[in-house]
Each structure stands twice: as structure tokens, then as C-alpha cells.
Nanobody
């Protein structure tokens, strides 16, 4: 069993930056692929970024490539999402997830956090 807790969300102006963190409790954190998804108001949950168990492989949605960076520190049981050049369309609740493969489908993940709100003002 893995429990995930996100933090770092908030209100930021367009062009600004935020860093989200996801801390995992439980054993074998370094055996899980991890990912970030987001849900904007009135929209479905969508893939943002994923990282494999070692951190050696990452994947991003086209909408965030070049602006967001996913990383992990297995010694701290923590995953991060550095978000730069934020846009109003990045406004959403951001969720971290853990699973067996670093896929882009929510079905690839077994464990989810409660989410953290990110709001980007224009």
C-alpha cells in the first residue's frame, strides 16, 4: 500500500513558476513509476508527466514540454514537478500517482494523492 500527499500548489501570475511535491509513504517507493495528472474545471483528468522507477526515463504531454520538469528523489520518497512559464490554461487540480508502468493513461496507476490546486492568473 502506498499513500501519496501532494503539496506546493497555489496562486501564481502567468509567466511565474511553482514546484509541486508528492511524498509517498509505504515501502518500495523506488519500485514504482510515478506521474502527474491534472483536472481543469469541467474537464477530464489528463496526463501531464511521468517518470520511471529510477528517474532515467521521463515523458511529457505536448502542452507542457519545455516548461515542466518531472523528477524524483528515491532517498526521500518524493517526486517533484517544476513548472515554469505558467499559463492560465495550466490552472487545474494536480494529482500525483504511482503504478507499475510510466504510462499516460490513468489506468496505468494504482495509487493517487488527494490533489493540490494550481491557479494561474492572467
Amino acid at each position: 500500500q502506498v499513500q501519496l500527499v501532494e503539496s506546493g500548489g497555489g496562486l501564481v501570475q502567468a509567466g511565474g513558476s511553482l514546484r509541486l511535491s508528492c511524498v509517498a509513504s509505504g515501502r518500495f517507493f523506488n519500485s514504482y513509476a510515478m506521474a502527474w495528472f491534472r483536472r481543469a474545471p469541467g474537464k477530464e483528468r489528463r496526463f501531464v508527466a511521468a517518470i520511471n522507477w529510477s528517474g532515467g526515463s521521463t515523458d511529457y504531454a505536448d502542452s507542457v514540454k519545455g516548461r515542466f520538469t518531472i523528477s524524483r528523489d528515491n532517498a526521500k520518497n518524493t517526486m517533484y514537478l517544476q513548472m515554469n512559464s505558467l499559463k492560465p490554461e495550466d490552472t487545474a487540480v494536480y494529482y500525483c500517482a504511482a503504478g507499475g508502468v510510466a504510462g499516460t493513461d490513468p489506468e496505468d496507476y494504482d495509487y493517487w494523492g488527494q490533489g493540490t490546486q494550481v491557479t494561474v492568473s492572467s
